[in-house]
Structures are given as C-alpha cells and as structure tokens.
C-alpha cells in the first residue's frame, strides 16, 4: 500500500483520489455501502498501522465486526464482498456514464 502511494504521487501531481475497502459493522449494515468525504483508514479494525488516504472513501461492509476482527474478516464469505464490489463498481460505471467525464 505505502508503495502503491509513493507512486501515485510520484506520477500525478495533484491526484484526487477514491479509496475503495471492505470493512466489518454491525450486524444490521452488513450489505450496505458507506461514502465518506473523508479518508479512509485501512486496516483500523485489525489495528495494523496503515496510513490514511483518499479524498473520497467508499466501504462496503462485509460482515460483523467483533472481538475477534481479524478471524472474522480473514474467514468471510467471499460472495458478500463480491456482491458489494459489483455493487460499487456499477454505481461507478453509471455515475460515469451519466456525466461523461
């Protein structure tokens, strides 16, 4: 990820940036998407030490968070978070379709 970073800002100058991730919730919203006007923090519920990035963050919550987060996200469905990438990424594609950028 940190690599990942420098390179962006190495090749663009001033990027805006749309960060994407699955994250844990509570049981009611697992299924739903949040967007966020702020940036996301990857890896916060398995407290690994990961920057924080983006301008925009979207998250599609997978699953219930706990006290065992890092079993819980390593032993989720990968059909939810499927579902919720195809989700996002055709709400990305009609946003974009519709403007024209």
């Known amino acids: 990820l940190i690599q990942a970073i420098e390179m962006i800002d190495q090749t663009l100058a001033s990027p805006y940036m749309i960060v994407i991730d699955a994250c844990l919730g509570c049981a009611e919203h697992v ?6 006007n702020r940036p996301l923090e990857p890896g916060k519920g398995v407290h690994k030490d990961l920057p924080s990035l983006g301008h925009l963050s979207i998250t599609g919550i997978v699953d219930q968070y706990g ?16 579902k919720l990438a ?7 594609t009609d946003l974009i379709s519709y403007h024209r950028f």
């Open 31 to 36: 299924g739903y998407v949040t967007v966020s």
């Open 67 to 82: 006290s065992e987060n890092y079993h819980t996200i390593q032993n989720t469905h990968l059909n939810e978070v499927v």
């Open 86 to 92: 195809d989700f996002i990424a055709g709400g990305i």
